[in-house]
């Protein structure tokens, strides 16, 4: 096992437990799920990628002047049967022998062929198995998709939790958006929610009665037509039909920028209908982290998985701005120990793109930026100065993968603070993974200092992996007006 394989574990150990777990996995939820203990789960809400043949990119909320450019990948919802596809329905296969997974699998496959919607389902299907094995006999399910695939992934729901614990298709509808010319609009998720047993747990939720239900029960003293008592106050018992609410739209102030966001609002009905206070709520397919955000204000312990670590940042982003602890654990991911350091060089070399994201996740109020290589301009992220009385300042921030730092690097840097000074951004940080010799420390300096709010700091600056986690480790800023 390599240093930065072995190293990987909890970015955090304070984890305060206020009310159970708190814990953002970053990895293959798979892998992360077969990990976990079984039975200990009580909801599972997963919202995974809709075969929808999109690439979809995250547009991160930062300083307006920069805004249009300020996003990154966020995932590619491209599917092919390729020879992972191959081995993965091979294993489920074997795995499940005899059993209703294999027959239905291998039903389908049949039925599809070897085409990217059945990669989509063999890819859903072990992850499927695994939540089952997760979940307590009294827990539920809720598997968020659209009509896309819905219909094939009831199958293999139905398989995987039996087909008498399928509790329900909610159908979920919302307005806005585009109308195509030759079918009706799209405007339309599928929620389907399954049990894991009979001795399910669900509370029930109500909505207010039409006006005309009102006016026919005041009319007939409390009563409906069916001579049964319905208490107005409390509203109907809710149907499987959502139109309530709507759908994120691009000026919602609870935007992340993440492209598939869901509505608070949405989670938290989920939440309230099949559990209860302190017990635990698992996101497989996290993404911007509304689960988790919903799962904290209703107090219920909550697990959330993504392989992208810019996740990390988006969810502490959203805790903060909700006035919540952000302080949960993180798995998966180097901490910023000095000791780790090492292993951060090795997975620069590993994977370059991946932690260059990982750094800036870690950076305190740092918002992660576009990498603009396509017009020779990088910036990774930018740190606003919340201090700042007299308008808003910016710092950019590069973080660079190689073990040194020339100065072609340090001239595009430069070149950026020279055409975004009008912008407001007065200072810049380079990050390298390796020693910062003497000659670009000078070249550096030759920047000069900035002067903002009576505070002086380097226009452009350069620190080693080793003084970034020095820094963060003390809990001090990045920069001096924080």
């Known amino acids: 096992m390599t240093e930065y394989a072995s190293a990987i574990g909890s970015v955090s150990n304070v984890d305060h437990l206020r009310i159970g777990q708190r814990r953002l996995y970053l990895g293959d939820n798979l892998e992360v799920m077969r990990g976990m203990e079984a039975g200990t789960v009580d909801l599972v809400y997963l919202d995974p990628p809709f075969n929808s043949n999109k690439n979809y990119k995250i547009v991160f909320r930062g300083p307006s002047v920069l805004r249009s450019e300020a996003h990154l990948p966020a995932f590619e919802d491209v599917w092919v049967w390729d020879d992972e596809s191959?081995?993965?329905?091979?294993?489920?296969?074997?795995?499940?022998?005899?059993?209703?997974?294999?027959?239905?699998v291998s039903g389908l496959l049949k039925v599809i062929g070897r085409d990217r919607l059945m990669a989509y389902l063999v890819n859903m299907t072990p992850r499927l198995v695994e939540i089952s094995r997760l979940l307590k006999p009294s827990g539920s399910v809720y598997l968020h998709c659209d009509p896309t695939a819905s219909h094939y992934l009831k199958v293999i729901m139905d398989a995987v939790f039996g087909r008498e614990n399928f509790r329900n298709e909610i159908v979920w509808a919302y307005r806005g958006g585009g109308v195509p010319r030759r079918d009706f609009a799209r405007k339309h998720d599928v929620i389907?929610?399954?049990?894991?047993?009979?001795?399910?747990?669900?509370?029930?939720?109500?909505?207010?009665?039409?006006?005309?239900?009102?006016?026919?029960?005041?009319?007939?003293?409390?009563?409906?037509?069916d001579a049964r008592e319905r208490d107005l106050d409390r509203g109907a018992h809710m149907p499987d039909?959502?139109?309530?609410?709507?759908?994120?739209?691009?000026?919602?102030?609870?935007?992340?920028?993440?492209?598939?966001q869901k509505p608070l609002r949405l989670l938290e009905r989920i939440i309230q209908s099949s559990s209860n206070e302190g017990d635990l709520v698992l996101d497989p397919f996290c993404?911007?982290?509304?689960?988790?955000?919903?799962?904290?204000?209703?107090?219920?312990?909550?697990?959330?998985?993504?392989v992208e670590p810019m996740a990390l940042s988006v969810l502490r982003d959203r805790f903060r701005r909700g006035e919540m602890n952000d302080d949960f654990q993180v798995k998966g991911l180097l901490s910023t120990k000095p000791t780790d350091v090492a292993a951060w060089r090795e997975f620069a070399d590993v994977d370059p793109l991946r932690f260059e994201r990982a750094v800036i996740s870690q950076i305190p109020n740092c918002v992660p930026w576009r990498n603009l290589q396509d017009i020779g301009e990088g910036i990774d992220g930018v740190v606003s100065f919340a201090g700042a009385l007299s308008g808003s300042y910016h710092a950019i921030v590069k973080v660079v993968g190689e073990s040194t730092i020339d100065k072609s690097i340090l001239a595009v840097s430069k070149r950026i603070l020279d055409q975004r000074s009008e912008d407001g951004v007065v200072a810049g940080v380079l990050i390298t993974t390796g020693y910062v010799d003497g000659e670009i420390l000078r070249e550096a300096e030759e920047s000069g200092m900035v002067e903002i709010e009576d505070r002086v700091l380097p226009r452009l600056s350069v620190l080693s992996l080793d003084e970034l986690f020095r820094r963060i480790e003390k809990n001090s800023a990045l920069f001096p007006l924080e």
């Open 86 to 104: 191959e081995a993965l329905y091979e294993t489920t296969v074997q795995e499940h022998r005899g059993e209703r997974v294999t027959e239905t």
């Open 192 to 225: 389907l929610r399954f049990s894991k047993s009979g001795e399910y747990l669900f509370n029930p939720q109500y909505t207010e009665y039409s006006e005309a239900s009102k006016n026919l029960v005041e009319s007939r003293g409390g009563v409906s037509i």
């Open 241 to 260: 039909w959502w139109t309530d609410i709507n759908s994120l739209q691009t000026w919602s102030p609870e935007r992340t920028g993440y492209p598939t």
């Open 287 to 306: 993404g911007c982290g509304t689960t988790m955000v919903a799962a904290e204000r209703l107090r219920r312990s909550w697990v959330g998985i993504d």
